[in-house]
Nanobody, 123 residues
Framework: QVQLVESGGGLVQPGGSLRLSCTTS????????IGWFRQAPGKEREFVAA????????IYADSVKGRFTISRDNAKNTVYLQMNSMKIEDTAVYYC????????????????WGQGTQVTVSS
């Protein structure tokens, strides 16, 4: 069955870096756009970044532009989110999600979701 598993979360100090991974199985990743979303306590789930099936098109939320980079290695069935210059407000559970065709910033556009990984930015 379709599975997306996030990993790489943890505790990091402000200004630090983390790299999240989204490892997929049960479908051919080459045909799917992947999005990263996050949800902080008491807040709605929000868009972070997304990447097209071949990696040639990426989109970012304004809040992470210039700090986060999304990339993918279809041969490894994995999508990455490199997070640099992290801020306290980046603290959230981070989710990856899959959809066919073009990347989207809308949560409703994604049909497959992972369980999430906790990222905490604190001194």
């Amino acid at each position: 069955q379709v599975q997306l598993v996030e990993s790489g979360g943890g505790l990091v100090q402000p200004g630090g870096s983390l790299r999240l991974s989204c490892t997929t199985s049960g479908f051919t990743l080459d045909y799917y756009a992947i999005g990263w979303f996050r949800q902080a306590p008491g807040k709605e789930r929000e868009f972070v970044a997304a990447i097209s099936p071949n990696g040639g098109w990426t989109i970012y939320a304004d809040s992470v532009k210039g700090r986060f980079t999304i990339s993918r290695d279809n041969a490894k069935n994995t999508v990455y989110l490199q997070m640099n210059s992290m801020k306290i407000e980046d603290t959230a559970v981070y989710y990856c999600a899959a959809r066919t065709s073009v990347p989207s910033s809308e949560t409703y556009a994604y049909g497959y979701w992972g369980q999430g990984t906790q990222v905490t930015v604190s001194s």
